[in-house]
């Protein structure tokens, strides 16, 4: 399994030239595996190493992993760091892997990457299936649920989207959906576009690429109506601001479809292989994630390792448009400003929020903020001092910065710190609702059970954190993901139950938004994750 | 030599779903060659098999040649068509390459294709250098002669540029430029912007990427005063309409490339690999041609197998605004109609003239006509039928195609077939002049000496051809590439010395542009290919 060395010198190319991308590995006994321990070792790659380190290893928020690096530290070093996890920042996998695993997994590294196919429109078409033909759609809601303040949870361990009914707090059905979904997305409002039934579709998009099509005015057992896939490795999706697209990006093949919204037909492709922002060609340049601009008629395309926004008008498919805005290392994900013409979005190894200005499809400003910012949904809310601002939570470090997102009104806070908040652990997502008076960050990354368990609430006014909530006591438990519901009365956090993530003891605890007590708990749920309530979501509360 | 094959079930894809990139070939006696052999027959391939196969072999104007396909065809099969040639077009190489060479380089195409290496901004910068420091560009011209009446040569197999002196003949000096120059562009006027030294700066494009400046004002020995190197195949070369920028186009790595166009430091690189019109992904995605619009501020650029136009803005480097303009494989060479607006290019594989509208930035039309068009710098004309008119020579068959290309004043014979004109043999290049009642094509690719040494003359009046023209008698020349001088009162058409190919036996013969008579022949070229009048491209006069 060597690599072939391409004869520079053969073609004429001046000496001195660095090499990149191949390199001739010569070595007497070469790592290898059976077959089987190959294909199983790729598989544990695939689904717990190929996110942070890249299905071909060149990494990214992990280290490289190409041989060259790998077969210096050797197997027992690479046995125990996958074992063990680092200081930087990894994860122990011995909890979860066999010691064998691990050893076939430390082995499996030291080999050459092998690189995964391609996938061609014609073969996303293959997919592409109607569970309920368009023209049986209702035309009105088929239930008499309040579907606008319905919630859709990932259920992520399942492989399926839970409809939570927010009147009722009742689980109104379980649907299948790809692996480990993302990411879930509603049509939403548009500024050119307010239809009586935005907010009623949905589309998830599975890490394994598939997609499928959730009709919330169906009878619980025909919500499922669509179904593609249009990647092997997938984070994200949006809809387009006219209801007529739906675009997802890819890990693996990096790239963007955007697919007929009525049918999930595969319609374009766009490959998102390209230079970052230091000019050095990266083939493995993730879709990291995608929104629809609310008020222009684009998506927004996050490529994490370019370091670029790419601005996509979904007016003419077959003279596409895109703009290839240069910002920073590695983009995340982010949030639109109150009025939908500013887009932030974490540049997590840059420590940076990244401001696009969709309006003029160009880059706005780079924010300093701390150890890997992580908005998630994001929050945006109004400042005494610094008039309307935006927040996020870091991956990195127990803090929430807030910046001024005002440019018209507030020119001379916008998009500088304007404060930041202490918390206990660093964290995943922020929340807040125009309706609250407070904040909600929760604390997912930090390693003491009782802080990962607890979220922290502070008062817009005082900037002060005011209360410190456990979420649950239970050992392998932990709380994320703040989302209210449609009017902002209630607060709805997420139980991952980490240690039994295959079975429905995770739930959903309510909270009163004003006086911060529990409300209600909803159980029977499989490590529930993300949370769209489709009333704010189609109306861009965040 | 094996490739690694990606376990597709291992990470949960669909039974049935085509793999496409990769596969597992497996046979007992692999064809290997020595490493000295290797590199050679690497060489060989590159200089004269890569540009229709493609250097990862997956075909285009040529065969795929990846071993799944050459090793069915075995040693003896293969080595027999490189050395005689095929029926399907490709030439013998038994004049150019021993019975060994021959041997070696069908046993390299039963191995696996090596990748080459990519190449960043950081080394395309390594090989920047000024010859003459801008601040001691002259002001004036610092010499007597008519620069604007210059012809500025490609000197092919010599790796030379000559500056030809139209009044005089002479040859004002040979300038070393890259590998087998392909196209050389000087500054042009621009809707926006005409200065008193446009047309000063020229700039070309070696087949080995390397990038070279001239400046025809500076005394002979000083017109070279810049160099950089941008790929490591290429093969066209642009100027910004404000003199700014220079681009050009990679066919490997497969990317463009936007340069300073006083010191050609590269400032930005952006990826061409992409999806085909039908949805597949191509990884030698390459630049076949790179044209500055003479209207807008934008570059287009033709991605070959791609059969995408790529509109680009070139006002704001970090905000890139592209147009993906879909239209049909493989894109080749083409030309502007008189307004500017219309670009008219051949897809060669598909036999359709593509017709770009630069100002709406999207395809305007896709005109069917014969074998493999080719126009190389095209010709228009007003006919008195159908009014302005644009016309196109063929690879593959002995005729000229003429359309309309005046949809405001013509609507109805607007990108339509307006008439063809059969010629003796199939040509690679047509050209006319506004002051003159000719048009002009050549027969380079016809198989018979006579035909290939003649070229042809039709009158645009009667459409018919009034002159064929015998250029040259010599055994092993052929006569090729037609330029009017500044005023159109010459004709230049280039004779290539190809049996001596390496020592300057070839020459350029002109004619009296309206008796058609001869009038001189320079001696002393190198097989001379392209000719560019600086006046008359400066001003867009084709």
Redesign the interface.
């Known amino acids: ?2 690599r ?11 000496v ?7 390199s001739f590995i010569a070595f007497a006994t070469e790592p290898t595996l059976s077959k089987a321990d ?3 070792a ?2 544990h790659y ?1 689904q717990r190493c190929a996110g942070c380190h890249g299905v071909l290893r060149k990494g990214a928020t992990g280290k490289n992993l190409e041989p060259e690096n790998t077969l210096k530290k050797g197997q027992k070093r690479l046995e125990k760091i996958i074992s063990l996890g680092t200081e930087g920042g990894m994860n122990n996998f011995d909890d979860l892997f066999s010691k064998q695993e691990i050893a076939n997994l430390a082995t499996f590294i030291q080999m ?1 990457p ?10 996303m078409r ?2 592409t299936k109607q569970y309920i033909a368009p023209k049986d759609y209702p035309t009105k809601p088929m239930h008499g649920r309040n579907w606008e303040n319905f919630f859709v949870v990932i259920e992520r361990d399942a492989g399926k989207a839970a409809i939570v009914d927010g009147d009722t707090k009742e689980i109104v059905t379980h649907i299948d959906t790809g ?1 480990a979904v993302h990411v879930i997305k509603g049509t939403e409002h548009h500024k050119t576009q307010h239809t009586k039934d935005t907010g009623r579709f949905w589309y998830t998009i599975g890490r ?1 690429g598939k997609v499928n099509k959730i009709d919330l005015w169906q009878t619980p057992d025909k919500m499922l109506v669509a179904e593609t ?1 249009m990647a ?1 490795d997938a984070r994200d999706i949006a809809v387009s601001g006219d209801g007529k697209y739906v675009i997802a990006g890819g890990y693996w ?1 990096a ?1 963007f479809v955007i697919m007929d919204a009525v049918t999930l037909n ?1 319609l ?4 998102t ?3 970052n922002t ?4 990266i083939n493995e340049a993730r879709v990291a994630a995608i929104y629809t601009t609310p008020n222009e008629p684009t998506f927004l395309v996050a490529v994490k390792e370019l370091g670029q926004m790419w601005q996509v008008d979904y007016r ?1 498919l ?9 910002s920073a290392e590695f983009l995340h994900d982010g949030f639109f400003d109150p009025t939908g013409r500013y887009f932030q979005i974490a540049a997590n190894a840059s420590n940076k929020m990244v401001v696009v200005d969709t309006k003029d ?3 706005e400003k780079m924010i300093d903020v701390d150890a890997l910012p992580h908005p998630g949904p994001g929050a945006n809310w109004i400042d005494d001092k610094c008039g309307p601002v935006g927040g996020t939570t870091h991956l990195g470090v127990g803090l929430v910065s807030v910046w001024g997102n005002d440019p018209m009104g507030h020119p001379d806070q916008a998009w500088k710190l304007c404060y930041e908040v202490e918390t206990d652990g660093a964290g995943v997502f922020i929340r807040t609702h125009e309706t609250s008076d407070y904040v909600w960050a929760d604390q997912l990354k930090h390693p003491e059970p009782e802080i990962q368990q607890s979220v922290q609430v502070f008062d817009k006014k005082t900037r002060e954190i005011v209360k410190t909530i456990r979420v649950t006591e239970e050992p392998g438990k932990a709380a994320l993901h703040i989302e209210f519901n449609k009017g902002g009365s209630e607060v709805w956090v997420s139980v991952w139950n980490r240690k039994d993530s295959k079975n429905p003891t995770g739930e959903i605890v309510v909270y009163d938004a004003k006086t911060l007590k529990e409300k209600a708990r909803i159980k029977g749920l499989t490590t529930p994750t993300g949370k769209f309530n489709v009333y704010n979501r189609m109306n861009h509360k965040t």
Chains 1, 2 share one sequence.
């Open positions: 399994m060597k072939i060395k391409y004869g520079l010198s053969a073609i004429g190319l001046a001195g030239m660095a090499m990149s991308g191949t190959f294909e199983k790729q598989l695939f050459e092998p690189v995964p196919p391609e996938m061609s429109l014609a073969q293959e997919h692996y394994d896939k092997y093949p790239h595969p374009k492709v766009v490959s292989r390209g230079y230091k000019g050095e060609f003419d077959d003279n596409l448009r895109i703009e290839q805005i240069n499809r160009k880059l």
